[in-house]
């Protein structure tokens, strides 16, 4: 039993590319999902949960907004949550293990590259494109403009890197975590040829 983790960059295909892998290969997919179960690990809404998922708690980074700012502080105030980044760090790592010991499963996201490094039927991926390809993607998905597409993908990167950087004082672009690093961009978004690719390197 295998199990395939994938850390992305935003806008970069990984999202639809792990859909289509785990179709392919009859496997789970465990990405937002795997929320409700975090959620009723640290006694708290699945909404509070990725909002901490997201790395924006105020242990860890700046707050964009007063709407996150008010919103965590009402969470942090909730004594049965007890929220603390170990106690969250530890129920993730829970939930990917678990995950990886049931096989079968592409994982996005939650630094399993790092959580499995020692796992040997676990193997890492990671989707990348280059900057501009990804800005004009968000910018249709989100239905904005292509300087707001960058903004958005610079910043859900920084989130990214930022979540790896606490919780594993790893760099999340390091290409030595991964098997293959796939530049979707240089594939012309082409998502069989990246399948195909990844189920190669199985």
Known sequence: MAVVTISKECGAGAQELARRLAHDLGWRLVGRGVLADLAQKLDMSEAEAELLRRGQDNFLFKLLDDVFLHTVRRIAQKPEAALDDDRYFVAVCDLVKGVAAQGDAVIVGWGGQYILADDPNAHHFRVVAPLAQRAERCAVRN?????????????????????????????WDDATAYKLVINNGALGFDMDKAMAIIKAAL
């Open 143 to 171: 239905r904005c403009d292509q300087g707001q597409g960058e903004d958005e993908c610079l910043r859900q990167d920084v989130i990214s890197s930022g979540y790896v950087k606490h919780f594993f004082k790893k760099a």
